[in-house]
């Protein structure tokens, strides 16, 4: 099993940007790919970013395309997620994920979730 803590979360204006982080601990070797996913009220979970452990496969939403940067510290077993030109349409509970599906960008593609933090955009 793998721990995942997330934190980065915020509120901000519309335009800005803000940086999540995801902290793994545990069998993270296990794991071939991170990923984060949003929920907003009253939505389903929804894929945002995935990417490998090394850092040359990435996976974005078309939502997020060219705002949106996963990265991953394999040293620190940390994953990030930097999110620019932020929209009201980003406001979610942003989670961290652990799978062994590489590439993957369901739900089920992924075991470990981590808590989740909010992220609101005001317009």
């Known amino acids: 099993q793998v721990q995942l803590v997330e934190s980065g979360g915020g509120m901000v204006q519309a335009g800005g940007s803000l940086r999540l982080s995801c902290a793994a601990s545990?069998?993270?070797?296990?794991?071939?790919?991170m990923g984060w996913f949003r929920q907003a009220p009253g939505k389903e979970r929804d894929f945002v970013a995935s990417?490998?452990?090394?850092?040359?496969?990435?996976s974005y939403a078309d939502s997020v395309k060219g705002r949106f940067t996963i990265s991953s510290d394999n040293a620190k077993s940390t994953v990030n997620l930097q999110m620019n030109s932020l929209k009201p349409e980003d406001t979610a509970v942003y989670y961290c994920?652990?799978?062994?599906?590489?590439?993957?960008?369901?739900?089920?593609?992924?075991?470990?979730w981590g808590q989740g933090t909010q992220v609101t955009v005001s317009s």
């Open positions: 545990g069998r993270t070797l296990s794991s071939h790919a």
């Open positions: 994920a652990a799978g062994t599906v590489l590439g993957g960008t369901g739900i089920l593609d992924y075991d470990s």
């Open positions: 990417i490998n452990w090394t850092g040359r496969f990435t």
